[in-house]
């Protein structure tokens, strides 16, 4: 029997696109999988038949060091979200606990290199939104000693430091504080995250900062007139602060024509005040949550060509050390054509060496730069 010399080419394709993902260290920074854990309960040590992640399927996609964000809603205020925050990162320690053979919690690149090497998935642990140290560098310190190793300075809306990218300016980027907090997570050895913020407190935290900081989760505005994705210029600044973008998979952050149903989105979410406490909070979160309906993603025109072009973009623009993957999966409302779930990976990498990227930066955009960063951030 003979095979064609098409399908022995994509035999060999095949072939190499999986030695390849077994060869990475897939950094995936931002995924939003633990408020599922924490609000419907869900055991993500088996495959799940909806949303974008579990730990099956990051093992499946080669992306064994997830970035687990414990996302606290803007709308938690003071106390009330430093409360929240330990309420997802006891979720996390559940996960931690029921699944010691797949996960552990890593603190470190040697952590991360240790777990992946054992064939388990590396949980770096971040938070998304600075409200959450309730303006107290005390509370900051804390996190990062429950294992936390990075954050986001704002998420939709401003908080008392730092104005975000989807709200009203008020302070003209960062205040005072918001600088000390910058100081105080290069110090700690935590990764300052710029998604979301306004592209004035993008800049004032470059200023400020000593270390590479990340966009954990954001595209190019040049290709998706989004305020959350970031302009040419940033990604310029951002590459000189020898930071990493990681291109956000949400369906208007890629593509366009989705933008204004993102941004629609992000307004509705950003002006929820429900003015409730406790459990009546939390209810009406889990509630939100729910009828989002955000694991059974809507249908989107954006496809995985798009995600290519963004990292296209950025490549072109900067160099190939300056972008990575932040999928947001199971935090968006479209995903992907062709990239539907974190098990599909591979199909990025294929589409990657077909554009004529080498393995070698193919390891780099999958999670080398990331690792990069977290090295010269948190030390070994
Ligand atoms: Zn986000």
Not at 90 to 114: C, G, I, K
Not at 173 to 202: A, C, P, Q, W, Y
Not at 209 to 227: E, Y
């Amino acid at each position: 029997m003979s095979l064609s010399i098409g399908a022995c080419i994509a035999q060999d394709t095949t072939a190499r696109v999986r030695r390849i993902q077994s060869e990475v260290i897939g950094v995936d920074t931002h995924i939003d999988t633990m408020q599922r854990v924490l609000m419907e309960k869900v055991d993500i040590g088996k495959r799940l038949p909806d949303g974008e992640v579990d730990l099956p399927r990051l093992a499946e996609g080669g992306m064994r060091a997830p970035f687990f964000a414990l996302w606290v809603p803007t709308f938690y205020k003071g106390a009330e979200a430093v409360r929240r925050t330990l309420d997802l990162r006891d979720a996390m320690q559940s996960v931690l606990d029921r699944h010691p053979d797949q996960v552990e919690l890593a603190t470190s690149v040697a952590d991360v290199e240790r777990i992946v090497l054992s064939h388990k998935i590396a949980a770096i642990l971040t938070l998304e939104g600075g409200h959450q140290i309730d303006d107290d560098l005390g509370v900051l310190r804390m996190y990062h000693r429950l294992g936390i190793r990075s954050m986001t300075l704002t998420h939709f809306r401003n908080n008392n430091w730092a104005d975000s990218s989807t709200d009203k300016p008020q302070h003209n980027g960062l205040t005072d504080f918001g600088k000390e907090v910058v100081r105080e997570m290069n110090r700690l050895g935590m990764i300052v995250d710029i998604s979301h913020v306004s592209d004035k407190t993008f800049y004032d935290a470059l200023a400020v900062s000593t270390k590479p900081v990340i966009a954990s989760h954001s595209s190019c505005r040049a290709l998706s007139s989004l305020p959350r994705n970031m302009t040419d210029d940033m990604l310029r600044a951002l590459a000189k602060n020898d930071g990493v973008v990681g291109i956000n998979f949400g369906g208007g952050f890629l593509n366009q024509k989705e933008a204004d149903k993102e941004l629609a989105d992000i307004n509705r979410i950003g002006s929820a005040e429900p003015n409730l406490t406790g459990k009546a909070l939390d209810d009406y979160t889990a509630n939100m949550w729910i009828k989002d309906n955000w694991r059974h993603p809507r249908p989107t025109i954006a496809t995985l060509d798009d995600v290519v072009a963004h990292i296209d973009h950025v490549v072109k623009l900067v160099g190939v050390d300056h972008v990575g993957i932040g999928s947001d999966f199971d935090g968006i409302a479209e995903v992907p054509q062709g990239l539907e779930d974190e098990s599909k990976m591979p199909a990025l990498t294929a589409a990657l060496l077909k554009r004529g990227y080498s393995e070698s930066d193919i390891k780099k955009i999958m999670g080398g730069n990331f690792l990069r960063v977290m090295r010269e951030v948190i030390g070994k």
